[in-house]
């Protein structure tokens, strides 16, 4: 199967746990572990922006040496959060829908773009 066959979140999970099983990392990936990496590699990507101007940081992706560079820390971020999802048995998409429709009603649309607290 290639990289691109199943797209799933949890196609994705398994071929995580299964990247991990087949390297006896299984007793590493505790809730503290993954969190711990998952805070570390959004420090990552947030350090590849750090001294960014607004407008730099906007054109990131056209910029043939960063780009791949932030790629691949969304990738290590995403993978620690759904393989953090998957020792706790979390739905991430079920997760984000229902802080979504939280948030909805937390923060009503006033119809200019920004909120009135």
């Known amino acids: 199967m290639s990289d691109l066959d199943d797209l799933t979140v949890r196609a994705l999970q398994r ?12 007793p590493f990936h505790t809730p503290k572990n993954l969190s711990a990496a998952l805070s570390v590699e959004a420090g990552e990507l947030v350090e590849i922006f750090q001294w960014l101007t607004p407008e ?3 054109q990131v992706m056209a910029d043939p040496e960063t780009a ?7 990738a290590d971020v995403l993978a620690y959060l759904l393989q953090f999802c998957e020792v706790l ?6 997760a984000l829908a229902a ?6 009603t937390r923060f009503p649309a006033t119809g200019n773009g920004h909120s009135m607290e």
């Open 56 to 58: 730099e940081s906007s």
């Open 68 to 74: 791949p560079l932030v790629e691949d820390e969304v």
């Open 89 to 94: 048995g979390i739905d991430p998409l079920s």
């Open 15 to 26: 071929r995580l746990a299964a990247f991990a099983a087949a390297r006896d990392w299984g």
């Open 99 to 104: 802080k979504i429709e939280r948030n909805e």
